[in-house]
């Protein structure tokens, strides 16, 4: 099960680091997805980062709307994977998520299961 954290209020402009851990299992192995839900919008896919042993040329993918805001990364001693977030705009509020089971099109994510776990707020707000 994937725990969300660092979420908060921010000023416009500001950043703010997301994790993504998981207890009991390793996440290298695994690629990872984040997605957020915007207040009265549908969840979307963020940014996903391919898992360590993937052959994939491109380790690291973000959607055009966050493109050099936002930045995707791991950290294996730390099992965990982050999303920083800079530049915040009010429109990145919502509720993020990290995820294990979707795929990406060659524009987006899209989420396979029904599961969400609790996420993370993030308020993007002057």
């Known amino acids: 099960q994937l725990v969300e954290s660092g979420g908060g209020l921010v000023q416009p402009g500001g950043s703010l680091t997301l994790s993504c851990t998981a207890s009991?299992?390793?996440?290298?192995?695994?690629?990872i997805g984040w997605f957020r839900q915007a207040p009265g919008k549908e969840r979307e896919g963020v940014a996903c980062?391919?898992?360590?042993?993937?052959?994939?040329?491109?380790?690291?993918f973000v959607v055009e709307s966050v493109k050099g805001r936002f930045t995707i990364s791991r950290d294996s001693s730390k099992n965990t994977v982050y999303l920083q977030m800079n530049s915040l705009k009010p429109e990145d509020t919502g509720v993020y998520y990290c995820?294990?089971?979707?795929?990406?099109?060659?524009?987006?994510?899209?989420?396979?299961?029904?599961?969400w776990g609790q996420g993370t707020q993030v308020t993007v707000s002057s």
């Open positions: 980062i391919n898992s360590i042993v993937s052959k994939d040329v491109e380790m690291t």
């Open positions: 009991g299992v390793t996440l290298d192995y695994d690629a």
């Open positions: 995820v294990t089971d979707f795929v990406r099109t060659e524009t987006t994510l899209q989420k396979l299961g029904d599961y």
